[in-house]
């Protein structure tokens, strides 16, 4: 019980450090005490450029963290598969390729790009699912499946930016993940979308403990197992989506996450849907202030950060887990 409160407490804490060190860490400059008195006075110029442009992205990368995460969690629980992963299971491709055609030919309905995104997201994750089934569920042969429905969304989506010149700026921040020039338009989405559905996953955490059990014994108990998985994907998909088409596509967090929180936090999805969303917004954030500090100025894509930590994790969790979920 300590350790589960010792981890929220140090996550929380590394996650409330890390914000304010990146609202006054950039090509603008100022002390946290500065930026507290422009916040709260709005006499400051740097701070009201912080708040324009700086801040927007901090948002809007700590809610693609949460969503992200706990969609790995969710997807996880519903495959009983740890390796499941919107990114490597093609969902967040699937998103993003819709993303991006709604930004080429629809700019106009940006507000909706959510909701399509996560038809598209949704499209992914059924194929997968479909192609993956030959009497049962193997875990190997989804993670193949979803592998290869990822790389023909992800070359449908460079060849759409490539074929359209005046959208290729908007491609590129579907794929590469920079969070640059993010605008209080982008937060006003993703803060509401991304809400609804970090709450409604917490809202079935139960039945993500009850899909722990095999599907004859929660049959015996009455268990509606395949609403529940359908209900479950419908929330991981939809927190993927929303997290592709604003922030762009993010590998391996919903990977690294869940599996360090079952670490530090035990297998309860009660606990483990909280504290994903806030190691999540954790990680993003991170990568990203990293990713425009780090060769400052030149800014590296957090999604590229996230690759070079998520590629070797997933290597050495494929040769340390012997034990796949329902095995």
């Known amino acids: 019980m300590y350790k589960k409160i010792i981890s929220f407490i140090v996550v929380t804490i590394l996650l409330f450090v890390?914000?304010?060190y990146s609202m006054v860490t950039?090509?603008?400059?100022?002390?946290?005490?500065?930026?507290?008195k422009g916040l709260f006075t709005g006499t400051?110029?740097?701070?009201?450029?912080?708040k324009d442009l700086r801040l927007p992205r901090i948002i809007i990368a700590i809610f693609a963290g949460a969503a992200l995460s706990v969609s790995g969690v969710l997807l996880q629980s519903v495959m009983r598969n740890p390796l499941a992963e919107p990114g490597i299971i093609g969902v967040s491709s699937g998103a993003g390729f819709v993303s991006i055609i709604m930004i080429?030919?629809?700019?106009?309905?940006?507000?909706y790009t959510p909701l399509f995104s996560f038809i598209g997201g949704a499209l992914a994750f059924l194929l997968v699912y479909m192609f993956s089934w030959k009497s049962g569920l193997n875990p190997?042969?989804?993670?193949?499946?979803?592998?290869?429905?990822?790389?023909?969304f992800t070359g449908l989506s460079e060849l759409l930016s490539a074929q359209n010149a005046s959208s290729m700026m908007s491609g590129i921040s579907v794929t590469s993940?920079?969070?640059?020039?993010?605008?209080?338009?982008?937060?006003?989405?993703?803060v509401l979308y991304g809400s609804i559905g970090l709450i409604l996953a917490f809202l079935v955490f139960a039945w993500c403990n009850h899909l722990g059990l095999k599907d004859k014994t929660l049959k015996n108990l009455g268990f509606r197992v395949n609403r529940a998985r359908?209900?479950?994907?419908?929330?991981?998909?939809?927190l993927a989506s929303v997290a592709t088409a604003i922030a762009g596509m993010f590998t391996f967090v919903g990977l690294l996450i869940p599996h360090i929180g079952r670490t530090l936090v035990g297998t309860d999805h009660k606990v483990l849907i909280p504290f994903s969303a806030i190691a999540g917004a954790l990680l993003i954030l991170t990568a990203d202030t990293l990713g425009r500090t780090v060769a400052a100025p030149i800014e590296i894509p957090a999604s590229i950060i996230m690759a070079v930590i998520g590629g070797p994790f997933l290597i050495f969790l494929l040769r340390k887990s012997d034990r796949i979920y329902g095995n």
């Open 26 to 36: 950039g090509s603008i400059e100022i002390t946290v005490g500065e930026l507290l």
């Open 18 to 20: 890390v914000t304010i």
């Open 104 to 111: 080429t030919f629809f700019p106009t309905l940006f507000f």
């Open 44 to 50: 400051n110029d740097n701070v009201e450029i912080i």
């Open 230 to 238: 359908f209900i479950i994907s419908i929330i991981a998909v939809l």
């Open 140 to 152: 190997l042969r989804m993670i193949l499946i979803g592998v290869a429905i990822n790389a023909v």
């Open 177 to 190: 993940s920079t969070l640059t020039m993010k605008t209080w338009n982008d937060v006003h989405v993703m």
